[in-house]
């Protein structure tokens, strides 16, 4: 990581707050810190702000502020107090893996030399975090993939992947939206869960910084909790009370 962070210019109304030159945890939780440290303070004239795995967009109105007032602000606030140090939200999905709802499963273990029983009681075995949604609304991209079950991508990208797959791509797992997407992931299960649902009153399930444990369930308790997800329950459960 960086000692300090460095503000680099996006655009007319954009500044980008970098932490890192890779992808590492402690640079994921710093943007998650200064982004909850720059929504406490309220800056006037910062309109939106997006994490990233090493970097916080801030989207910003000129006339409001001007980009030198911008980083003189953000950078007051680092290293960040303990408004932005709150713990996220601690989440537990469901998932059935494998079979039609994970098609890629068996290669993932064939590529690792383990079973299939085996990779998911890897993958069931860690916590991962939410660095970012990007890709798609709702598409959260995981932190936190135990390094035995790191697989590349698929040499030839499918044009379309079930909606609500939960896939490894190199270092980094991913649940994505209710939506059919491309991708060349590999896809190892399903969850019935919507991260991304227009009619609720906040659209999107998950935020960065929240954590996640996924549990396994079979095809008869999906199918069960797919139904009364679309019938708008929720069936991700919080954990942090």
């Not at 998650?32 to 939106?48: K, N, P």
């Not at 079979?99 to 998911?120: M, N, Y």
């Not at 190892?188 to 991260?195: E, F, L, N, Q, Y």
Request: proline share 8%; glycine share 8%; aromatic share 8%.
């Amino acid at each position: 990581m960086y000692p300090t962070p460095r503000f680099l210019p996006s655009g007319d109304c954009a500044l980008t707050v970098e932490f890192d030159s890779r992808i590492s945890a402690e640079a994921s939780e710093a943007v998650v810190a200064l982004d909850r440290a720059i929504a406490a303070a309220a800056i006037s004239g910062v309109r939106e702000t997006v994490p990233t795995y090493r970097s916080l967009l801030v989207f910003f109105d000129p006339p409001t502020i001007r980009r030198a007032a911008l980083v003189s602000a953000i950078a007051a606030l680092w290293p960040v107090g303990e408004q932005g140090k709150t713990a996220g939200r601690r989440w537990r999905i469901p998932v059935a893996f494998g079979g039609a709802h994970g098609e890629d499963l068996p290669l993932v273990a064939e590529t690792h030399g383990l079973s299939e029983a085996a990779v998911v009681e890897i993958y069931l075995s860690s916590a991962y975090r939410v660095a970012m949604i990007g890709f798609a609304p709702g598409f959260a991209y995981l932190s936190g993939l135990d390094p035995r079950l790191e697989t590349g991508r698929r040499t030839e990208p499918r044009r379309a992947t079930p909606p609500r797959s939960v896939s490894i791509g190199g270092v980094q797992t991913a649940i994505s939206p209710p939506l059919s997407l491309p991708s060349g992931w590999q896809m190892i299960g399903r969850t019935p869960v919507r991260s991304f649902d227009l009619s609720r009153r906040v659209p999107f399930l998950f935020e960065a910084g929240d954590d996640i444990r996924f549990e396994r369930v079979d095809a008869a308790e999906y199918d069960a909790l797919d139904q009364r997800a679309a019938a708008g329950e929720p069936v991700a459960r919080r954990e942090d009370g």
